[in-house]
Nanobody
Framework: VQLQASGGGLVQAGGSLRLSCAASRTIFSTHVMGWYRQAPGKQREFVATITSGGSSNYADSVKGRFTISRDNDKNTVYLQMNSLKPEDTAVYYC?????????????WGQGTQVTVSS
């Protein structure tokens, strides 16, 4: 297993969750890592990404509420999710891709369910 995601759960609207994605050291130190999510009946959508140098990017829908970070000692990427909304309900997938290649070359985690109740 190259990526191991965890941290999902059930939370009320306005609450917080933190997702984790642990990777092998080789992947973590060289790949761009991030998160996508997929809600029932919808296509998978981009959430956030972070480069090996720490540069991050976010979907407009989560800017100001979600923060992606990385712990180089633990080879782990985190997604801190605050002010959660029911529309954030989805299965969240972490990924790691080589910096010069697209998602077709990415490794994917197994997905973790986030459910936000109203």
């Amino acid at each position: 297993v190259q990526l191991q995601a965890s941290g999902g759960g059930l939370v009320q609207a306005g609450g917080s969750l933190r997702l984790s994605c642990a990777a092998s050291r080789t992947i973590f130190s060289t790949h761009v890592m991030g998160w996508y999510r997929q809600a029932p009946g919808k296509q998978r959508e981009f959430v956030a990404t972070i480069t090996s140098g720490g540069s991050s990017n976010y979907a407009d829908s989560v800017k100001g509420r979600f923060t992606i970070s990385r712990d180089n000692d633990k080879n782990t990427v985190y997604l801190q999710m605050n002010s959660l909304k029911p529309e954030d309900t989805a299965v969240y997938y972490c990924y790691a891709r080589p910096p010069n290649l697209g998602l077709q070359s990415a490794y994917w985690g197994q997905g973790t369910q986030v459910t936000v109740s109203s």
